[in-house]
């Protein structure tokens, strides 16, 4: 098993920044593949950003790119997504992921999930 904790949303302006972070309980967090989803009201979750064991290796939804950046430090267990330049279709909430594979870009390859960190973006 994997816990994983969100933190760092809230409410900014649009334009405005915001650095997530999420935090995982396991000895073995460098043996998992990790992805922030994010899912708005009356849709369907997404893929946001996914990043592979090592964090050689990233992948970014074609709206978030050149905007968000994935991040992970394997000896703090902790990945991060720093988000600029934010709209308000980016107003969500985000979910931090874990996978077994090296890397993957869909839900159904994830294995453990977090409670969800609500974003709001604001115009």
């Known amino acids: 098993q994997v816990q994983l904790v969100e933190s760092g949303g809230g409410l900014v302006q649009a334009g405005g920044s915001l650095r997530l972070s999420c935090v995982a309980a396991?000895?073995?967090?460098?043996?998992?593949?990790m992805g922030w989803f994010r899912q708005a009201p009356g849709k369907e979750r997404e893929l946001v950003a996914a990043i592979s064991l090592s964090g050689g290796r990233t992948y970014y939804a074609d709206s978030v790119k050149g905007r968000f950046t994935i991040s992970r430090d394997n000896a703090k267990k902790t990945v991060f997504l720093q988000m600029n330049s934010l709209k308000p279709e980016d107003t969500a909430l985000y979910y931090c992921?874990?996978?077994?594979?090296?890397?993957?870009?869909?839900?159904?390859?994830?294995?453990?999930w977090g409670q969800g960190t609500q974003v709001t973006v604001s115009s």
């Open positions: 992921a874990a996978t077994v594979k090296a890397v993957a870009n869909i839900p159904n390859e994830y294995h453990y």
């Open positions: 396991t000895r073995t967090f460098g043996s998992y593949g």
